[in-house]
Nanobody
Framework: QLQLVESGGGLVQPGGSLRLSCAASGFTADYYAIGWFRQAPGKEREVVSCISGSGGSTNYADSVKGRFTISRDNAKKTVYLQMNSLKPEDTAIYYC?????????????????????WGQGTQVTVSS
């Protein structure tokens, strides 16, 4: 059974940092791309970042470039999202998702509807 589990969310002050983790089970080690998405109340789900199965290709939303870093450890089947310099507008539920399509090892895509499996989400709240 393919499963994704997010962890690491919480409450942090503006300017602070959090590291989110996305642990995969039931997946072949480096075959799948992972995307991080977020959804704030009343807003549509949006891409935050993604990483290819090999880790060689990454992509970031303009709003997080220079502040967030995505990485993966295929031995641990875990993808990380390091979030620094957090802002109140980063407050949302953060989801990770897996893309198992043919070229997912080499590239990642930003469209949520391209992803095949989703985690349950973890809440990130940035507030003083």
């Amino acid at each position: 059974q393919l499963q994704l589990v997010e962890s690491g969310g919480g409450l942090v002050q503006p300017g602070g940092s959090l590291r989110l983790s996305c642990a995969a089970s039931g997946f072949t080690a480096d075959y799948y791309a992972i995307g991080w998405f977020r959804q704030a109340p009343g807003k549509e789900r949006e891409v935050v970042s993604c990483i290819s199965g090999s880790g060689g290709s990454t992509n970031y939303a303009d709003s997080v470039k220079g502040r967030f870093t995505i990485s993966r450890d295929n031995a641990k089947k875990t993808v990380y999202l390091q979030m620094n310099s957090l802002k109140p507008e980063d407050t949302a539920i953060y989801y990770c998702a897996a893309d198992l399509k043919l070229f997912a090892r080499l590239r990642c895509v930003r469209a949520p509807n391209e992803y095949d499996y989703w985690g349950q989400g973890t809440q990130v709240t940035v507030s003083s």
